[in-house]
Nanobody, 116 residues
Framework: EVQLVESGGGLVQPGGSLRLSCAASGFTFSSYAMVWVRQAPGKGLEWVSA????????SYADSVKGRFTISRDNAKNTVYLQMNNLKPEDTAVYYCKGTIGAMTYWGQGTQVTVSS
C-alpha cells in the first residue's frame, strides 16, 4: 500500500523558515518523481516544486523560486521542502504527491501558517 505522510508544518513569523518532510512507503521511492503542491485558504491547488527520482533535477514555481528548496533522501524514502524567507502568502496546506503507474497518491497535508 502506497503511503505518503507529511510533517513539519506549523506557525512561523514572516521571514522565518520551516522544513517539510514527506515520508513514503509502499513503492520503489527512488524510481519516481515527487511533487509538492499547496492549497491556500479559499483557493485552488498550486504546484510548488518537483524533483526527479534520482534527485538530480528540480523545478519550482516562480512564486517560491529562490526561497524554497526541494530535496530527497532515497535511503530514507523521504522528500523535503526547505522553505526560507516565508511570506504570509505562503500560508497553505502543503501536500506531497507522487504518480506511480496510473495512480496519483497524495499525503494528508500539513498546515503552514505564516503570520506575525
Amino acid at each position: 500500500e502506497v503511503q505518503l505522510v507529511e510533517s513539519g508544518g506549523g506557525l512561523v513569523q514572516p521571514g522565518g523558515s520551516l522544513r517539510l518532510s514527506c515520508a513514503a512507503s509502499g513503492f520503489t521511492f527512488s524510481s519516481y518523481a515527487m511533487v509538492w503542491v499547496r492549497q491556500a485558504p479559499g483557493k485552488g491547488l498550486e504546484w510548488v516544486s518537483a524533483i526527479i527520482g534520482g534527485g538530480g533535477s528540480a523545478s519550482y514555481a516562480d512564486s517560491v523560486k529562490g526561497r524554497f528548496t526541494i530535496s530527497r533522501d532515497n535511503a530514507k524514502n523521504t522528500v523535503y521542502l526547505q522553505m526560507n524567507n516565508l511570506k504570509p502568502e505562503d500560508t497553505a496546506v502543503y501536500y506531497c504527491k507522487g504518480t506511480i503507474g496510473a495512480m496519483t497518491y497524495w499525503g494528508q497535508g500539513t498546515q503552514v501558517t505564516v503570520s506575525s
